[in-house]
């Protein structure tokens, strides 16, 4: 324990009196001579990084995350416990570099050294929903049931609630309804191709003019109807308002849901091509609308990536699906 505070402390002068690069020179001297060491890992992992900033976050390139990435691998070698490390290496590897494989191996490690915690279950059953593979994601996120005192967080449960929607929403469909990337004679790409320079509507441009005009309707005829009672009129038009936005919006959702059908499915195809390392999408795709404003919504680490995948042109195997295995 004395050990882990002086490094702590020492960790923190560095970082208080020297500049990123100075600090992440000294640290990785530091792990020359002392390689066992998880905080200095850590701490090298989070300097790899670009500065955490108040306002709009500032994203990794390639290199920075995957010398974080490395770093964060040894640190959990190191220590295990450190969920931090776990936290950190996880988001690493499906949002900035989308090596969503190697993230299924990632939590399967941590379920190991933490088997009560539910995150990793969470996380895994998200990855494969993304996949389409819902067998496998429902097999997962049951297994969340069965711990003893797993407690979610408000974010954890709106994830968990994500994909068990998800998992709904594909029970209902014939299972030659489930859109396969990897298979070029799926019917889907014939719609994807069809309204391929189709942009995704936004959830705000949904809500203006989807949503806005009924609840202004509402609004309108509440106002009109308990005008006559005073303030208390306008405090139950408010309410009224409320209301209706509120349970349009929820009501509202499959519709949004199904505009957005072609972009759904086209981000599947993506993570495929990110998850196997090769392509699956058309090149006539490619030049659409609806792809480069997909890409839009991808970090750069992610996008120089998947640049470097398109670029061999290897072409995925129509049998390929994910290795992984629900324990």
């Not at 005073?230 to 849901?257: D, H, N």
């Amino acid at each position: 324990m004395a050990d882990k505070e002086h490094n702590s402390e020492w960790i923190s002068e560095v970082r208080n009196n020297e500049s990123r690069e100075d600090s992440l020179r000294m640290i990785e001297d530091a792990l020359e001579v002392d390689s066992d060491n998880a905080l200095l890992w850590v701490e090298a992992a989070d300097l790899n990084l670009p500065p955490r900033s108040r306002g709009k976050p500032i994203d990794p390139t390639l290199s920075q995350s995957a010398n974080a990435l490395r770093c964060l691998r040894s640190a959990v070698e190191c220590d295990p416990s450190m969920d931090e490390a776990w936290a950190l290496g996880g988001l690493i590897l499906v949002d900035h570099l989308g090596m969503l494989e190697d993230a299924l191996e990632w939590w399967s490690n941590y379920m190991e050294v933490n088997p009560e915690s539910p995150v990793p279950f969470i996380e895994q059953a998200s990855i494969l929903a993304r996949y389409g593979d819902y067998d496998k994601a429902s097999q997962v996120s049951d297994q969340i049931l069965s711990l003893e005192g797993a407690s979610l967080s408000t974010s954890q449960k709106r994830r968990l609630e994500d994909v068990r929607r998800s998992l709904h929403d594909a029970m209902k469909k014939n299972k030659t309804d489930i859109f396969r990337p990897q298979d070029p004679n799926d019917q889907k790409w014939g719609k994807i191709s069809k309204f391929r320079n189709q942009k995704p509507i936004s959830q705000t441009y949904f809500l203006f003019f989807m949503i806005a005009p009924f609840v202004f309707m509402i609004g309108f005829v509440a106002s009109a109807s308990l005008s006559s009672y005073g303030a208390g009129g306008q405090v139950a038009t408010f309410m009224t308002i409320l209301i209706a936005f509120y349970g349009l919006t929820r009501a509202s959702e499959p519709l949004f849901r199904w505009m957005n059908r072609n972009a759904t499915d086209l981000d599947r195809a993506l993570d495929i091509e990110m998850a196997s390392g090769k392509t699956c999408i058309s090149e006539d795709i490619r030049g659409g609308r609806l792809y480069k404003k997909m890409l839009t919504y991808r970090p750069p680490a992610w996008l120089e990536r998947h640049e470097k995948i398109v670029a061999g042109g290897q072409r995925i195997s129509r049998k390929w699906s994910t290795e992984f295995i629900p324990k």
